[in-house]
C-alpha cells in the first residue's frame, strides 16, 4: 500500500524560500565586508599619508640669562698693544678679554676670511656700527639713541632715566666712547678699571649718542688665530737672534715675523716684501747648503745656531 506524500503547506514553502534568501544574503555578505575593510584600511593609509608631518621636538636654548644692571667688568688686557676705547668698552660691557673683543671687530669687517691673511688685522679705532655689531656677536643687543642738544657727560649722567639710568650703555663722547652702567664707569683713561661715575674723568665732554644694551642672545661663534706653538729651544733671545740673521743674510733694514712667514724691508724700497715661508728661512740658518738662497756664513747665523743648539 503505498503513501503518496502531502504537499507543502504555503507557510513552510514561504519559510524555506526566506531561509535560502538569507543563506545568498550571508554567502554574497562576506566577500563584501572584506572589500570594504580593505577600502578602508587604504583610506586610512591615504588620509596619513596626506597628513602634514608633526614637527620633531627641538631642543632648547641654552639660557643665556638677563642683562645684570648697575655692574661692569674690569677689563682683561691679554695683549701687548695698547688700549683703545672701543675695544675696552666692549670687554668691559661683555667680561671678554680685550683679544677676543678684538677677534668680534675683525668678524664684523672681515668676517671669518681673515684667518686666511698672512699676518692678523691691527684693530685701533672702531665705529659705533661695529662696536653694536661686535657686542651682538657676543651676546649683548641694544640701539644706537641719539642725545639732543649734546650735553655734557657730567648733564647726561646726571639726567639719564629709564633704561639708561640702571642698564650697561656705550656712551659716544666727542672724543672716544665710554662704557657706564647705573654708577659705575669705565674708559682707557681709568685704564680699563671700573670706577665710580663722579670719579670719572673728561665729564666736560659733550655726549652724542648712546647706545642702550638690553637683551642678551646666545653668542655666535668668532673667528680666532690660536698661536703657534713656540719651537723647541725658542725664546726671546732666539728670536732677536734670527732677526739679526735675517737681516745680516739679506742686508734688509726692517724684518716682520710672523708665525709662518718672514717679510722684510731693503734700504731703497717702500713697503714689505716676502721673504719666504719661515720654516725654510730657519732651515737655510740652522743647516747652511751651497743650494740655499741665505748662505748662512754671517757671524749673527752662526750666533743663532749656537742658540739653538747647532
Not at 656705550?170 to 685704564?191: E, I, P, Q
Request: hydrophobic share 40%; net charge positive.
Amino acid at each position: 500500500m503505498s503513501h503518496t506524500p502531502t504537499p507543502p503547506s504555503q507557510e513552510e514553502t514561504s519559510k524555506r524560500a526566506r531561509s535560502e534568501g538569507d543563506r545568498q544574503n550571508n554567502v554574497l555578505a562576506f566577500p563584501f565586508d572584506k572589500t570594504s575593510a580593505a577600502r578602508s584600511i587604504q583610506a586610512e593609509l591615504a588620509r596619513r599619508a596626506s597628513a602634514p608631518v608633526k614637527p620633531a621636538a627641538t631642543k632648547p636654548l641654552p639660557d643665556v640669562g638677563a642683562i645684570k644692571t648697575r655692574y661692569l667688568h674690569d677689563v682683561v688686557k691679554d695683549t701687548r698693544s695698547r688700549l683703545y676705547d672701543g675695544l675696552c668698552v666692549i670687554a668691559s660691557i661683555a667680561g671678554v678679554t680685550v683679544s677676543q673683543a678684538a677677534d668680534a671687530i675683525r668678524q664684523v669687517r672681515y668676517g671669518a676670511r681673515w684667518l686666511d691673511f698672512s699676518y692678523t688685522p691691527p684693530v685701533k679705532w672702531v665705529s659705533a656700527h661695529e662696536i653694536e655689531q661686535a657686542l651682538r656677536l657676543v651676546g649683548y643687543v641694544g640701539k644706537w639713541r641719539y642725545v639732543p642738544d649734546r650735553p655734557t657727560l657730567a648733564a647726561y649722567l646726571n639726567g639719564r632715566t629709564g633704561m639708561e639710568r640702571d642698564y650697561p650703555c656705550v656712551v659716544s663722547l666727542s672724543t672716544h666712547c665710554v662704557a657706564v652702567s647705573g654708577g659705575v664707569f669705565c674708559d682707557v683713561f681709568s685704564g680699563g678699571v671700573v670706577v665710580d661715575i663722579d670719579d670719572a674723568e673728561g665729564r666736560r665732554k659733550r655726549v652724542g649718542r648712546v647706545l642702550v644694551l638690553t637683551e642678551r642672545i646666545a653668542p655666535s661663534a668668532i673667528a680666532t688665530r690660536t698661536p703657534a706653538p713656540k719651537k723647541a729651544g725658542e725664546n726671546g733671545k732666539a728670536i732677536r737672534l734670527l732677526r739679526e740673521a735675517i737681516k745680516a743674510e739679506t742686508g734688509a733694514t726692517r724684518i716682520r715675523l710672523t708665525p709662518n712667514e718672514v717679510f722684510v724691508t731693503g734700504p731703497a724700497e717702500a713697503g714689505w716684501h716676502w721673504l719666504g715661508n719661515r720654516d725654510s728661512i730657519e732651515d737655510q740658518i740652522l743647516m747652511p747648503r751651497p743650494d740655499n738662497r741665505l748662505a748662512g756664513n754671517t757671524g749673527a747665523a752662526a750666533a743663532y745656531r749656537a742658540v739653538m743648539g747647532y
